[in-house]
């Protein structure tokens, strides 16, 4: 049953405009999917892909910091994608690495956005690991 809900939470977002789509129009969905395709292994992109949607809701940047890279070299969209998509895919294996102690979400928010990083002045990034979660529940159905 757990099998079947997980499926029909990764497939039913397919039915209507994506996210992205919806946030930023088709061209930078089509940027996202490319981002993804390259950046992410096969078998993870249906559980990662998600997760980046909702971190470009959650980070909410303008234009050349869309997803909270602040790297000077991801100054495009497709950039930014790209570097979180590879992001993501870099901390999964971290994770599964580390015995999978914490929910992903949580692991990733500790290495994407620390609370108590010099980069974090007015302490928002205490918020990420709420944001991204609630984003995601929204796009994926996951309560």
Known sequence: MRTVLMILMLVLPLFGQSPIEKKDGKAADAAFEEAIRENIRPE????????????????????????????????????????????????????????????????????YCPVGAENDPNGLNKNWVKNVTQFYCEFYSCK
């Open 44 to 111: 993870l992109r249906e559980i990662l892909r998600p997760i980046v949607a909702a971190i470009r809701y959650a980070e909410n940047g303008g234009a050349g910091k869309e997803f909270g890279i602040l790297n000077a070299k991801a100054n495009t969209y497709r950039k930014q994608a790209g570097w979180c998509a590879a992001t993501v895919q870099k901390n999964w294996d971290r994770w599964v690495e580390s015995g999978r102690k914490v929910d992903f979400i949580t692991f990733l928010g500790n290495r």
